[in-house]
């Protein structure tokens, strides 16, 4: 059974008079890597507030079709049951950081659980050793670089032991390197503890390796929706306008002069044994 | 660095930083109390002096002597107005009592400001929280007054920044008279003001997200518990109340000067 199946979702916020999205069809598996992208106000961000249900419940608005998170339908279930389903990182990693320690943040979602003080220890400390934030531990959150307090963010996350963990453009305050480690400790995520990921990403040069499966929303609708290398070298995925990794470019140039990779790459390495296999035939 | 360096709390770890706030809290009100029941010089100089050992013992006395110099100017300013109208309006009394007196207004000032200093520095938010909520103060208070403390530092980088962007932009802060000047801070407000309401939803989005709400008797990572050292210093702040209360009702205290001459 798919973790996350929507059908003809549409959603138009309180104060709006077009809907944000509209029939939204996505089935997404357990322990799959999937990335949203999309021009900015396409409903990616939208769309990721539904599978915690932030929508409806603390937006309001109107959600018409339905949609259905480990088995339980949104419409019906308050915020907190989803959220100990599914994780949510947001962008701004400052306003995710409520304690004067790192510690006490991660403990927060389990402190509202109701988890035993023992017990709280130890998923603080599992959580902080993957993340590697362990260090900070007793650091307050407004002395941490940008990076850092997004780790730290996902660890508290990850305390609470989520099954899909959704990521709303967590890299878009940080720096490349900050950004690399975090995409670094998503992939891990995914790959070793088969967590379910949901990424909304531009910048899709440093992530796409890690994804199974790659969906395009534009204007409120999903446009594509299927294996990275298909949608990336497809060229509405160009017209619309998302960040088509270089390594990928190079190989749509090449194919466009008539040099013909084996694959489309999709990151720097990639494409360095694509072109020496090429050179080599 | 600013005054409010010698308010704000440091993790150092440290015999008075350890002790719980319950208990630092009840001897900051008995220290109070106590410096509001004397007007004499020589009882006052005593709460002063039995407070410079809890400092160093601290390790606060760099931050300590901050507060200190930034409560100097109204030190003096409370020693001028008593000064000017015990002379004004207390005819009979002599000059050197006149003095006497309002010196012990101002040490009086000083021993509020350094038991309100030494509490604040030693005393992280989180473990005042905590306290708050142990006596019984609804969590949703506490959780807010914690999350208050934690982003007044961000919300001071975030005014800094909004001041630097508006003064590029030609806004002159300091001219113009006193009622201009005040004028002059609505455009640093209203960034600053719409971004805190911004940043207030993103946060309650994230509580959300975490669960908040989901059970009635959630649990804390940290217990407060009352400790030998937490009893000996409750014990010693009673002591010094009954002492004082003793001393104000039986006992004539001399004046400086005259045990002096």
Not at chain 1, 100 to 113: H, M, R
Request: with cysteine.
């Amino acid at each position: 059974m798919a973790i996350i199946e929507a059908e003809e979702l549409t959603y138009t916020y309180p104060v709006g008079e077009k809907p944000a999205f509209r029939d939204v069809n996505l089935k997404i598996e357990e322990g799959e890597f999937v990335i949203i992208t999309g021009p900015s106000g396409c409903g990616k961000t939208t769309l990721c507030r539904c599978f915690n249900g932030l929508i409806p419940h603390f937006y309001g608005g109107k959600l018409e079709g339905e949609i259905r998170v480990c088995g339980l339908n949104v419409k019906e279930h308050p915020t907190y049951e989803i959220a100990q389903h599914v994780g949510m990182v947001f962008q701004n990693p400052e306003n995710q950081l409520f304690a004067l320690s790192v510690e006490k943040d991660v403990a927060f979602g389990l402190e509202n659980l109701g988890v035993p003080r023992k017990e709280i220890r130890k998923r603080i400390d599992w959580a902080l050793k993957i993340t590697g934030t362990y260090n900070l531990k007793n650091r307050p959150p407004y002395e941490l670089s940008g990076g850092q307090q997004q780790r730290a963010a996902i660890a508290s996350v990850l305390a609470m032991n989520p099954d899909v963990m959704v990521l709303d453009e967590p890299t878009s305050f940080l720096d490349p390197v900050g950004a690399e480690k975090i995409f670094e400790v998503i992939g891990r995520l995914n790959r070793e503890m088969s967590m379910t990921i949901i990424l909304v990403e531009h910048m899709l040069d440093l992530v796409s390796r890690y994804a199974d499966r790659i969906i395009v929303m534009h204007d409120g609708r999903i446009m594509m929706n299927g294996d990275p290398r298909e949608v990336l070298v497809s060229e509405e995925a160009r017209l619309v306008g998302i960040g088509i990794p270089k390594a990928t470019m190079l190989y749509k140039i090449l194919k466009h002069r008539g040099i013909s990779l084996n694959r489309p790459p999709l990151y720097s390495e990639e494409a360095c044994q694509v072109i020496r296999e090429a050179l080599s035939r | 660095m600013s005054v409010f360096d010698g308010f704000k709390f440091r993790s150092i770890s440290s015999p008075i930083h350890q002790l719980d706030p319950r208990a630092k809290f009840v001897y900051v009100c008995v220290l109070f109390a106590v410096a509001i029941m004397f007007n004499n010089i020589i009882p006052l100089l005593i709460l002063f002096l039995i407070q410079i050992p809890i400092v160093f013992m601290a390790k606060v006395q760099k931050e300590w002597m901050r507060s200190m110099k930034g409560s100097a100017v109204f030190a003096i300013m409370i020693f001028a107005v008593n000064l000017l109208s015990l002379y004004f309006y207390a005819g009979h009394e002599t000059f050197t009592s006149i003095l006497e007196r309002s010196l012990a207004m101002t040490v009086r000032f000083i021993v509020l400001v350094q038991s309100f200093s030494i509490f604040f520095l030693t005393t992280s938010p989180d473990m005042l929280g905590l306290a708050l909520e142990q006596s019984g103060v609804p969590y949703e208070l506490c959780f807010a007054f914690t999350t208050a403390v934690r982003f007044v530092p961000v919300l001071a980088e975030e005014a800094q920044t909004i001041i630097d962007a508006q003064k590029s932009r030609g806004l002159e802060i300091e001219s113009g008279n006193f009622l201009r000047r005040i004028r002059n801070y609505i455009p640093i407000l209203i960034p600053l003001i719409v971004n805190a309401i911004r940043r207030s939803l993103e946060l309650a989005e994230t509580m959300e997200s975490r669960a908040w709400g989901a059970c009635e008797n959630r649990t804390n990572l940290y217990v407060l518990k009352i400790k030998t050292n937490d009893l000996l210093l409750i014990l010693f702040s009673l002591l010094l109340l009954t002492v004082s209360i003793y001393v104000s009702i039986h006992v004539y205290i001399p004046p400086l000067t005259s045990l002096l001459m």
